[in-house]
T-cell receptor, first 114, second 113 residues
Framework: GENVEQHPSTLSVQEGDSAVIKCTYS??????FPWYKQELGKRPQLIID?????GEKKDQRIAVTLNKTAKHFSLHITETQPEDSAVYFC?????????????FGTGTRLTIIP | NAGVTQTPKFRVLKTGQSMTLLCAQD?????MYWYRQDPGMGLRLIHY???????AKGEVPDGYNVSRLKKQNFLLGLESAAPSQTSVYFC????????????FGPGTRLTVL
């Protein structure tokens, strides 16, 4: 089955600086890669996703890049703010009938230092 | 819309007891999922359903059973709870395929003594 590794497990960044979280996946057939943010005591919420037919996607201060050859994808957060402090999870799936499962990474706890 | 709701929010069980967690969604989603979240291990899929009357095993199905008798509800059962099942349980749903966003419920914190 699919295996998703996520690094680092914890990350502290000065407010205003950028943060980068990296994930690698094992199944070359995976084609859908979402990122979820989970604030303390809350439910995970989708913040951005990317499909294998694009290499990069941006949404304001958040961007995701995908390298299919190397089987890795990354989350980039620019101009970090205190409200960015949370646990971030990457995930991967094949996204087609019969392969409806998301495999999650183990999470990155991001702390923004004021 | 309430989105995805879970009942109960908290529960404490003794080893060997049974219980059922209820997940309900009002978004007419076909796909529903049960995950458990443990420190340092991310979200692990227990069971899932791709439609009313269907269920399938996920990554960690042992000790759990599920049923999807109605499209809007997905039940997770523990027949004989064990301390290893102490965890936070999240339900999620999505409209169709995995390319659609999964919406999560607020979670159920279960402690097995």
């Amino acid at each position: 089955g699919e295996n998703v590794e996520q690094h680092p497990s914890t990350l502290s960044v000065q407010e205003g600086d950028s943060a980068v979280i990296k994930c690698t996946y094992s199944d070359s057939a995976s084609n859908y890669f979402p990122w979820y943010k989970q604030e303390l005591g809350k439910r995970p919420q989708l913040i951005i996703d990317i499909r294998s037919n694009v290499g990069e996607k941006k949404d304001q201060r958040i961007a995701v890049t995908l390298n299919k050859t190397a089987k890795h994808f990354s989350l980039h957060i620019t101009e970090t703010q205190p409200e960015d402090s949370a646990v971030y999870f990457c995930a991967a799936s094949k996204g087609n009938f019969g392969n409806e499962k998301l495999t999650f990474g183990t999470g990155t706890r991001l702390t923004i230092i004021p | 819309n309430a989105g995805v709701t879970q009942t109960p929010k908290f529960r404490v069980l003794k080893t060997g007891q049974s219980m059922t967690l209820l997940c309900a969604q009002d978004m007419n989603h076909e796909y529903m999922y049960w995950y458990r979240q443990d420190p340092g291990m991310g979200l692990r899929l227990i069971h899932y359903s791709v439609g009313e009357g269907t269920t399938a095993k996920g990554e960690v199905p042992d000790g759990y059973n599920v049923s999807r008798l109605k499209k809007q509800n997905f039940l997770l059962g523990l027949e004989s709870a064990a301390p290893s099942q102490t965890s936070v349980y999240f339900c999620a749903s999505s409209y169709r395929t995995l390319g659609d966003t999964q919406y999560f419920g607020p979670g159920t914190r279960l402690t097995v003594l």
